[in-house]
């Protein structure tokens, strides 16, 4: 860190002088980013105590999608975390149940898994534990544990895919389960090879000259040491103004974040740093989803994060940086999902479902 200050210093004072160009060799910088990032994986990672088979993704792939796994049967993983859409759903914050609006825009799915724990305050501890989550929420799935296992087990196919996902097991067709599928599915949703970990990989040209530039923004402004590892984020939390808090337009008032999860007055307004992998995808910004503008966000981090005054043209060479984060989209087919059958319980509209 104290070498990130220095160079920090040092290209500062290039600036003052008026010379913007000499920054860091491409072997100095690579080692630098090497040491902050960890390149996204080609191929989904194993799971702690649920092992993935070819059976259980495809399970898992198919209730992603699966529309009846909430009470209107309208409303499934894919409405907020469209596939389509790098993982978000391009809402300031999502509209669930009854067109319900939840608190907190939603964060991609998309290499979620490398997150150390869930939601923007962290408090469900996996993707499995996740899962379970949505499914139940009243302004988002507003179902019950109950209401999809009738569901799934009304329909025969469903039935015999659970068997072969989950073999040797007594009663295969369970809520755990259904969190347990969707979890190696979205292992499975990862953006490889973005610039940031080409460039790390050896090839000097996977990053314009600009992105260069941001990159050693990001590092020695001190951004890199929130938004680290395999993310660029997503591993440990923070308060949402460190220095200077933001405004109730960006940060409102009545989301204390993690302070709800852990009843710590230290942890009041502290979130988990987001990641940034496929960022330019994913707007609108911050858990209030109240920010449209990537230059704004990253503005809006210097100072209260950083208590520093981000000039335009370096919040656009990090911006630069930050559009090299954009990752190969996985390609996912909508499956086709076996049909009801008489016995299936019928869709349910009303609002008035389980707080979550
Ligand atoms: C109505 C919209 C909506 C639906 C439907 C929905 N989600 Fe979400 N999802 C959200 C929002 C909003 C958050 C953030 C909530 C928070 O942090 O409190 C979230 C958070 C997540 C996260 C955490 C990501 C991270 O980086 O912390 C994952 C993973 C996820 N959802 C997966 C799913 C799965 C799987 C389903 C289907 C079973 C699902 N979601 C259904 C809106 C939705
Ligand atoms: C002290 C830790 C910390 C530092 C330093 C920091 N961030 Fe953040 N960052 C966070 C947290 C926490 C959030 C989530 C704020 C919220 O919405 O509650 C965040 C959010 C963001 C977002 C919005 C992500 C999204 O999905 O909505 C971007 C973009 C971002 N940071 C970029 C940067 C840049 C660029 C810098 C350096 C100029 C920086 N951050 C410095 C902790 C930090």
Same mark, same amino acid.
């Given at each position: 860190?104290?070498?990130?200050?220095?160079?920090?210093?040092?290209?500062?004072?290039?600036?003052?002088?008026?010379?913007?160009?000499?920054?860091?060799?491409?072997?100095?910088?690579?080692?630098?980013?090497?040491?902050?990032?960890?390149?996204?994986? +080609?191929?989904? =990672?194993?799971?702690? $105590? @649920?092992? *993935?088979? %070819?059976?259980? &993704?495809?399970?898992?792939?198919? /209730?992603?999608?699966?529309?009846?796994?909430?009470?209107?049967?309208?409303?499934?993983?894919?409405?907020?975390?469209?596939?389509?859409?790098?993982?978000?759903?391009?809402?300031?914050?999502?509209?669930?149940?009854?067109?319900?609006?939840?608190?907190?825009?939603?964060?991609?799915?998309?290499?979620?898994?490398?997150?150390?724990?869930?939601?923007?305050?962290?408090?469900?501890?996996?993707?499995?534990?996740?899962?379970?989550?949505?499914?139940?929420?009243?302004?988002?799935?507003?179902?019950?544990?109950?209401?999809?296992?009738?569901?799934?087990?009304?329909?025969?196919?469903?039935?015999?895919?659970?068997?072969?996902?989950?073999?040797? +097991?007594?009663? =295969?067709?369970?809520? $755990? @389960?259904? *969190?347990? %599928?969707?979890? &190696?599915?979205?292992?499975?949703? /990862?953006?490889?090879?973005?610039?940031?970990?080409?460039?790390?990989?050896?090839?000097?040209?996977?990053?314009?000259?600009?992105?260069?530039?941001?990159?050693?923004?990001?590092?020695?402004?001190?951004?890199?040491?929130?938004?680290?590892?395999?993310?660029?984020?997503?591993?440990?939390?923070?308060?949402?103004?460190?220095?200077?808090?933001?405004?109730?337009?960006?940060?409102?008032?009545?989301?204390?974040?993690?302070?709800?999860?852990?009843?710590?007055?230290?942890?009041?307004?502290?979130?988990?740093?987001?990641?940034?992998?496929?960022?330019?995808?994913?707007?609108?910004?911050?858990?209030?989803?109240?920010?449209?503008?990537?230059? +704004?966000?990253?503005?809006?981090?210097?100072?209260?994060?950083?208590?520093?005054?981000?000039?335009?043209?370096?919040?656009? /060479?990090?911006?630069?940086?930050?559009?090299?984060?954009?990752?190969?989209?996985?390609?996912?087919?909508?499956?086709?999902?076996?049909?009801?059958?008489?016995?299936?319980?019928?869709?349910?509209?009303?609002?008035?479902?389980?707080?979550?």
């Amino acid at each position: 860190m104290k070498r990130g200050i220095a160079l920090a210093l040092f290209s500062v004072g290039l600036m003052a002088l008026g010379v913007t160009s000499s920054f860091a060799s491409d072997t100095e910088l690579r080692a630098q980013a090497q040491g902050m990032f960890k390149p996204i994986p +080609q191929a989904a =990672p194993q799971i702690k $105590d @649920n092992a *993935a088979t %070819a059976d259980k &993704v495809l399970l898992g792939q198919m /209730l992603y999608f699966e529309p009846r796994l909430s009470s209107s049967q309208l409303i499934s993983c894919q409405t907020c975390h469209n596939v389509g859409l790098a993982g978000a759903d391009l809402q300031e914050t999502s509209t669930g149940h009854g067109w319900q609006k939840g608190p907190r825009n939603a964060p991609t799915t998309y290499n979620a898994v490398f997150n150390t724990a869930q939601f923007w305050d962290g408090r469900a501890e996996d993707l499995a534990a996740q899962a379970k989550g949505p499914v139940q929420a009243g302004v988002e799935m507003s179902n019950t544990p109950e209401g999809v296992v009738a569901v799934l087990k009304s329909i025969p196919q469903y039935v015999e895919l659970f068997g072969k996902a989950f073999p040797g +097991q007594k009663d =295969p067709v369970s809520f $755990d @389960n259904m *969190a347990n %599928a969707i979890e &190696v599915f979205e292992a499975t949703l /990862l953006t490889p090879n973005d610039a940031l970990d080409r460039y790390m990989a050896g090839d000097d040209n996977a990053l314009s000259a600009d992105q260069k530039k941001g990159l050693e923004l990001f590092i020695n402004n001190g951004c890199a040491s929130c938004h680290d590892g395999i993310n660029l984020g997503g591993s440990d939390y923070f308060p949402f103004g460190v220095v200077e808090q933001p405004g109730a337009n960006v940060l409102p008032l009545d989301d204390k974040g993690r302070f709800k999860v852990t009843n710590t007055a230290s942890d009041e307004y502290v979130f988990r740093s987001p990641a940034l992998r496929n960022i330019a995808l994913t707007a609108p910004y911050f858990h209030s989803g109240k920010v449209w503008s990537l230059e +704004q966000a990253v503005a809006i981090m210097g100072s209260s994060q950083l208590g520093m005054d981000i000039n335009d043209e370096e919040v656009a /060479l990090i911006v630069a940086f930050l559009n090299g984060l954009t990752g190969e989209q996985p390609v996912v087919t909508h499956p086709v999902l076996p049909p009801s059958t008489k016995t299936t319980p019928k869709p349910m509209l009303q609002i008035g479902g389980s707080a979550h």
